[in-house]
């Protein structure tokens, strides 16, 4: 059995945007550009799992380079 929660794409886009292109975290530029559209790829993180029941808002959220995204989630 799955769980799936729906993801608002109003707060990936704000969030994104909000970054400007910039790991919120390492503060570096985005490792490369993404095909479909050129966009910086950053991916969105909610700090508060929606599983645990976070929020699917802009506060709860951060647009994260894929290294820091793993190391959000795998790290010590």
């Known amino acids: 059995i799955s769980v799936v929660y729906k993801r608002s794409a109003a707060v990936v886009e704000a969030t ?9 975290l390492c503060k570096q530029p985005a490792p490369f550009k993404r095909k479909s559209n050129g966009s910086p790829y950053l991916e969105v993180h909610h700090w508060i799992a929606l599983s645990d029941g976070g929020s699917d808002t802009l506060d709860n959220t951060a647009a994260l380079c ?3 995204h793993r190391e959000v989630h795998h790290g010590e």
């Open 16 to 24: 994104l945007r909000r970054a400007k292109g910039v790991c919120e």
């Open 66 to 68: 894929p290294n820091c």
